[in-house]
């Protein structure tokens, strides 16, 4: 088993095959491969330049960046925990990937995703594909949804983040209703009292 707690950068590519938990920074210059019998949990940030191929179990409970491809071979899951969030340049999916967490997670795709007849998305996850999902011949089964409508803050572990918090404004004028003294007239938002409320005032 092997804990990292700090920053561990990776000049080539990393092989995964055992228990490999994630509580810092990892960096690989090259591809990552989590192999058959491997566990990797990453509970803090997860950078890959090259290809990330998963075959084993894989839990992502912040950032994963892939600047390459994320291949979810069959017989193999993914699992995002809540604000899991996975950010890849292309999408290939055979396996499970698995929101099972409370809140939704995001897979956000830039450019290609390819879901194969074995590739299922189930749980608390969004699909996020700007440009549309390119083949879709797996399952998609509620509450997962190709969605790009979530939203996942930034922190230490995650900088990028992911989308805008969801304000109720039913005027539209740009003040949140538990704000707004007039929550259904976008001329008014507040009243101003001189010199203050609840005394002889204007």
């Known amino acids: 088993d092997f ?10 590519s990393l092989n995964v095959n055992q228990k ?36 084993g179990a894989l839990y992502n409970g912040r950032l994963i960046k892939c600047y390459q491809t994320y291949t979810q071979n069959s017989n193999s899951e993914t699992k995002l925990d809540n604000v899991g969030y996975i950010s890849t ?3 290939s999916v055979n396996g499970t990937i698995n929101g099972s967490g409370t809140s939704k997670a995001v897979v956000k795709v830039a450019n290609t995703t390819t879901i194969n007849s074995k590739g299922t998305f189930i749980g608390n996850v969004d699909l996020c594909d700007s440009n549309g ?4 011949n797996g399952t998609i089964t509620a509450p997962a949804a190709i969605s790009c409508g979530g939203y996942i803050p930034t922190c230490p572990c995650n900088t990028e983040g992911f989308g805008k918090p969801y304000i109720e404004d039913d005027d539209g004028d740009g003040i949140a209703n538990n704000q707004d003294e007039f929550p259904n007239d ?17």
């Open 133 to 136: 999902v390119e083949t879709n």
């Open 186 to 202: 976008p001329l008014r938002a507040f009243n101003s009292y001189i010199p203050c409320f609840n005394v002889c005032y204007t």
């Open 20 to 55: 490999f938990t994630n509580y810092g920074k990892v960096n690989v210059s090259g591809a990552l491969n989590n192999n058959s019998k491997a566990d990797f949990y990453n509970y803090c940030t997860l950078t890959v330049q090259g290809n990330i191929s998963n075959n």
């Open 89 to 91: 340049n292309n999408l």
């Open 3 to 12: 804990n990292n707690y700090g920053t561990i950068n990776v000049l080539n």
